[in-house]
């Protein structure tokens, strides 16, 4: 029987995420599988992925094929890595602490380097966020003085009107005055 470790597709539309199961190769993508080592969250920056490093060592080294993508997520969390080194133990190259002490040192140097990735993720992040907001206080300060010169602007017509009305009422009381003068 075949075995493949591979992804199966759960999540709604648009929305997916993936467990990484052993199966038969002969079964469907998302049917039957002998085993269940991880989950995989191509979503998020970075991609989230959950492995039980033990039972995908154990199934690589019984003989299990990954596919492509599975293959890249075995190789990012260190699974091939750890069973190149230990095939080399098999065969007398290396010893096993020799073996552990690359291990440890390559996980250390992954572990740098995502720590930088999710930095700069989020250091990117707070950059965008802090830019929009700079361009929003530039919007809303353009608001402000577009309304501003507009209310000046109609303050001036009231107060050439109101100064019109009052030189109108002065001719007019004037007229008055004088219409009233006129009589007597």
Known sequence: MPVKIRLSRHGRKKNPYYHIVVADSRAPRDGRYI??????????????????????????????QPTDTCRAILSYKGVLYKNHLLIGV???????????????????????????KIDLVENSNAKRKNERLEA????????????????AAEAEKEAK????????????ANADTEAGSSEE
């Open 90 to 116: 098999k065969k007398g190259a290396i010893t096993m602490e020799q073996a552990e002490a690359k291990f440890d040192t390559w996980l250390k140097e992954k572990e740098g380097k995502i720590k930088a």
């Open 136 to 151: 929003e206080a530039k919007v809303r300060e353009a608001r402000a003085q577009a309304v501003a010169k507009k209310r």
């Open 35 to 64: 085993e269940r080592i991880g989950s995989y969250n191509p979503l998020t920056n970075p991609a989230t992925i959950e492995l039980n490093f033990d039972r995908a060592l154990d199934w690589l080294q019984k003989g299990a």
């Open 161 to 172: 009107k109101s100064s019109e009305n009052s030189a109108q009422d002065a001719v007019e």
